[in-house]
């Protein structure tokens, strides 16, 4: 199956992990295995598959582990969704290679730590969806200056400080950060309390 092009495979009842053998498809450009029972971690040698260029949906599994740095390699990957999985450690900073990224997916994980300052890079991103995390500190700036960016949801993590206003941020109805009470300021539309 090596020449495979295209492996879709989701809402189906498979368990068990994702085959390390999957590396071998070098022509592999879409893979989909969500909403299935697989378990594991992703194995480096399928994450870091330079060919997937169109898509990655892992989403709705049982994946634990973190985030293999590996995934530099997919420099022109489009989309990537690994969201409502057991994932856990910080964001590699080596996403931020994924350059081409349009839509990232990592909802309803137990991601933590900051959001890297490296995905600054990411500015084709339209949708962005980091909710249901364990993220921390403060919500990026340069997330103001993605001039693509149409939707952000950022809610239910333990992110604190100043929300900014301008970009994205200037929308309330393209973006989500509820459930993060240390957060203050924003536009009025909000409703957050004044930042001292």
Same mark, same amino acid.
């Given at each position: ?42 194995? %480096? ?5 330079? @060919? ?13 582990? @973190?985030? !293999? ?11 990537? *969704? ?6 856990? $450690?910080?964001? !590699?900073?080596?996403?931020? %290679? ?6 990232? #997916? ?6 933590? $730590?900051?959001? !890297? ?14 909710? @249901? ?8 700036? #340069? ?7 149409? #939707? ?5 993590? *333990? ?16 973006? @989500?950060? #509820? ?5 203050? $300021?924003?536009?009025?539309?909000? %409703? ?5």
């Amino acid at each position: 199956m090596t020449p495979l092009n295209e492996l879709q495979l989701q809402s189906n009842s498979l368990w068990g992990s994702i085959p390390q053998s999957l590396g071998k498809c070098q022509n592999l450009n879409l893979l989909d295995v969500s909403q299935n029972t697989l378990i594991g971690t992703i194995h %480096k040698q399928v994450i870091s598959l330079p @060919s997937l260029s169109r898509s990655v949906k892992l989403s709705q599994n049982l994946l634990t582990g @973190s985030l !293999p740095s590996e995934v530099s390699s997919l420099i022109n990957l489009g989309d990537l *969704d690994i969201s409502r999985n057991e994932f856990s $450690g910080e964001i !590699p900073t080596t996403l931020g %290679k994924c350059i081409t990224l349009e839509n990232l #997916y990592m909802n309803d994980n137990n991601f933590q $730590g900051a959001i !890297p300052s490296s995905l600054s890079t990411l500015r084709s991103i339209h949708k962005l969806d980091l909710s @249901s995390n364990k993220f921390s500190g403060q919500i990026p700036e #340069y997330l103001e200056d993605f001039p693509l960016l149409q #939707y952000l949801n950022l809610s239910f993590n *333990d992110l604190e400080g100043e929300v900014p206003k301008e970009g994205v941020f200037r929308n309330a109805s393209t973006i @989500s950060i #509820y459930g993060n009470r240390k957060l203050c $300021g924003g536009i009025p539309e909000l %409703k957050l309390p004044n930042c001292t």
